[in-house]
């Protein structure tokens, strides 16, 4: 069936790579974006890192505007899929008919709870949209005392960002900082220079919110209770599949695709919203490169079908905090200490690579000066792929 209307139901990342790829791909046709936020895409990962250490016009989220040509709906959300019709349900009644499709609608933060209270100030702040990066630069302005639950990479550098503000910061996880996603060796550089820095770091398994009239109270498994002016809560996301209840595509509950990015052959997604096949099995990735990499994969494969090239899946991740940065290349977390670590020329800079048990490598750069294709060059191959020609060392 030749494909003359696409419709694109996200206007994040995924969807805006997916537009741009299948205009790039040949695609003449109509194509639709459906986006539930109001604005043109914006880069979530600048909301944490740029956001309480740059100036106050937010200017490190913006991204060049749209050049795909389509019609697109934004503010609108898409409220069900009758995959057999090839429809689009929207909110308010409206319908999209569609040849091909491209699910991009991402994910959400996950909330310990939903109730707000007090002189219109969430008791519980999460960071995912620019609503609420601009509401919590607000708030910490005045440097109150900060709780933050949730010690993966998105809690770690609000944390961060508010110590940089002044504000006492207190981070509350069930497992070390960073230790689930990086594993114990690069986590404890991290957390290392946090609590250096004045990051106060509990571990006490699970947190609840609980009413308190002097702020917010968090309670640990153990009983023990924290009070703060402000929580901010980074415990993960989920993905934004409830529309698509009753459509037959989904699998257990999950929305899953093939290398290529197919639930149907009519139907592709990508993004945080989808499980995909990687070297460690059927994963949801919700990285921001990830979302790039499966989108442009998707549009091909929506407009070749099996002409189309598989995704070749190799993750990378960065992070900023506590005077740290990290690029990684490679899935994590690791195991371990490194089985090759190089100081940069800066103070406490590393180059480091991980062989893994399957065969892959993973490389990090902390603090050290190495372009992204030379780290990965570095993962594929090891320390090898950092000599010159003709050199016999490193």
């Known amino acids: ?10 206007n994040g990342i995924a969807g805006l790579t997916a537009c741009d790829s299948l205009r790039s791909a040949g695609f003449d046709g109509e194509l639709t974006v459906v986006g539930a936020e109001r ?10 890192k740029a956001l309480l250490h740059g100036d106050d016009t937010l200017q490190a989220h913006e991204l060049p505007e749209p050049t795909h040509d389509a019609t697109e709906l934004l503010g609108v ?27 991009a609608s991402g994910s959400r933060a996950r909330r310990l709870t939903g109730v707000q209270q007090g002189d219109g100030c969430p008791r519980e702040l999460t960071l995912r949209t620019i609503e609420d990066a601009i509401l919590l630069k607000e708030l910490v302005a005045s440097r109150p005392s900060v709780i933050v639950i949730g010690g993966g990479p998105l809690g770690m550098e609000v944390a961060s960002g508010c110590l940089h503000l002044g504000c006492e910061v207190t981070l509350v996880s069930d497992v070390a900082p960073l230790a689930r996603q990086l594993g114990a060796h690069l986590a404890g550089i991290f957390t290392t220079a946090a609590i250096q820095r004045g990051l106060r770091v509990v571990q ?22 924290l009070h703060a002016d402000l929580v901010v809560t980074a415990i993960g996301d989920d993905p934004n599949i409830e529309w698509l209840a009753g459509s037959g595509i989904l699998t257990d509950g999950s929305l899953r695709v093939d290398s290529r990015g197919r639930a149907r052959p009519e139907i592709v997604a990508a993004g945080d919203v989808a499980f995909f096949p990687t070297l460690r099995g059927v994963q949801r990735v919700p990285l921001w490169t990830s979302a790039i990499d499966q989108a442009k994969v998707a549009a091909v494969g929506l407009l070749q079908g099996d002409a189309a090239p598989e995704l070749n899946f190799t993750p990378y991740f960065w992070t900023e905090g506590f005077g740290l940065s990290l690029k990684a290349v490679g899935f994590t977390p690791v195991t371990g200490e490194a089985d090759f670590c190089e100081p940069g020329g800066e103070s406490g800079s590393l180059l480091m690579r991980w062989q893994n048990d399957d065969g892959s490598g993973t490389a990090a750069a902390v603090n050290y000066r190495i372009p ?10 090891g320390p090898a792929a950092l000599r010159p020609a003709g050199s016999a060392r490193v």
């Not at 919110?209 to 153990?222: C, I, K, Y």
């Not at 992204?372 to 191959?381: E, S």
Request: aromatic share 2%.
């Open 1 to 10: 069936m030749t494909m003359r209307r696409i419709v694109v139901v996200g």
């Open 77 to 103: 959300r898409a409220t069900g899929l009758d995959a057999d019709a090839r429809l689009v349900r929207l909110e308010g009644g409206g319908e999209l008919p569609y040849d091909g499709l491209v699910i």
């Open 372 to 381: 992204v294709p030379k780290l990965r060059r570095l993962a594929d191959t």
């Open 39 to 48: 604005h043109h895409p914006y880069s979530r990962p600048a909301l944490s």
């Open 204 to 225: 006490g398994g699970h947190a609840r919110l609980a009413h308190h009239d002097s702020g917010t109270r968090v309670v640990l498994d153990d009983g023990t209770g």
